[in-house]
């Protein structure tokens, strides 16, 4: 059986990259794509390097005969694709890709978001989306919350080590450096190359990050109490990628051991030997996460480091990941293609 597939925001980075993943994929074919501004415009306008395959024009939401889909990922601002998803069909599998649905308490939805949640009822039915720790809900999920690239990152690193016991819960440092593809693609000044190229800059620093409401939420569902991390993002001017370096306290040695032990058959997850830390050239294009540790020259010490790639293990890789276990499929399928190198 082949699934038909709906991409809602297709003329967006993330939007592009599913389209590039379900290409190749045997199960899934693209049957509708929506870009509002775009509508009528062929994917090889607005994305020349697809022009080699054979997809459906962009059209408006609206014009989309969802009788016919069996899968919707909405790749929408998060505000947009509440009031979207809200008036689809109730027998829809849909991935969500914004930020829309991933805090399952609506008062810190409005606490990191400034607004209410306009759709309490379907937030409190979505199934957060970090693959590898919601298999089960996500199989049998209608609604799946695409996680934060950011947060999927620092999450891969520390879940396993929180879940443990092996590090300080108090003292933990998320320092990350994160892509510009991940600002999305709507034209912004200091995204032009004249303001960015030749320089990185901090961003949201001091506790301002929106993906710190799911670093609270998780973590502090992992340990049962309160656990509020220490995080800083910066923009660095490269397209693809995101590397979170966490300082913790605890045993290099255990630590290491406790991440290899707890991903020793994830697909996706790679820990590297202990000592030897990963680049983000090394998952680029790709669904994997490259994790290695070290020790600090301070006794008690640990220096986690992650990558992956933004558009892929941290949206739209995940976003398929997420689906193949919604309607059946092999978690892997159409998702192992090796890194782009160089």
């Known amino acids: 059986m082949t699934f038909q597939i709906a991409i809602l925001g297709a003329s967006g980075y993330t939007g592009a990259e599913l389209v590039r993943l379900i290409a190749t994929h045997p199960d899934m074919t693209v049957a509708a794509l929506s870009a509002d501004r775009k509508a009528g415009m062929s994917m090889a306008q607005v994305f020349p390097f697809l022009r080699h395959l054979d997809l459906p024009a962009l059209q408006k939401i609206e014009d989309i005969d969802f009788s016919r889909i069996d899968l ?4 929408l601002p998060h505000g947009t694709s509440q009031a979207v998803i809200d008036t689809l069909p109730r027998n829809l599998k849909i991935v969500d890709l914004s930020a829309g649905f991933r805090l399952r308490d609506p008062q810190a939805y409005l606490k990191w978001y400034g607004e209410p949640h306009i759709h309490p009822h379907l937030q409190a039915e979505a199934v957060y989306g970090l693959t590898e720790f919601y298999r089960t809900q996500i199989a049998a999920a209608r609604l799946v919350a695409g996680t934060g690239c950011n947060a999927a990152t ?23 450096k994160a892509g510009v593809s991940g600002a999305g693609r709507a034209p912004k000044e200091n995204l032009l190359h004249a303001e960015l190229s030749g320089g990185t800059h901090t961003y949201s620093a001091g506790g301002k990050h929106r993906h710190l409401g799911e670093f609270d939420q998780e973590f502090s569902a992992i ?8 995080f800083t993002p ?6 693809r990628g995101i590397l979170a370096t966490v300082y913790v306290h605890g ?78 499929l092999p978690e892997t399928t159409g998702l192992l293609l090796a890194p782009i190198f160089p």
């Open 223 to 230: 340990a049962g109490r309160p656990v509020l991390v220490q």
């Open 251 to 328: 045993d290099p040695a255990r630590v290491h051991q406790t991440l290899s032990d707890a991903y020793a058959t994830e697909p996706f997850l790679q820990v590297l030997p202990y000592g030897s830390l990963p680049s983000t050239r090394d998952i680029a294009g790709s669904n994997f996460c490259h994790i290695g540790v070290t020790p600090d020259r301070i006794a008690g010490r640990a220096i986690v480091v992650a990558v992956l790639d933004n558009l892929n293990k941290g949206s739209s890789g995940q976003a398929l990941q997420n689906a193949n276990l919604m309607l059946g």
């Open 72 to 75: 919707c990922f909405c790749a």
């Open 234 to 239: 910066h923009l660095l001017p490269m397209n």
């Open 154 to 176: 620092g999450q891969f690193a520390l879940r396993p080590l929180i879940a443990a016991g092996v590090i300080d819960l108090d003292t933990i440092v998320i320092d990350l």
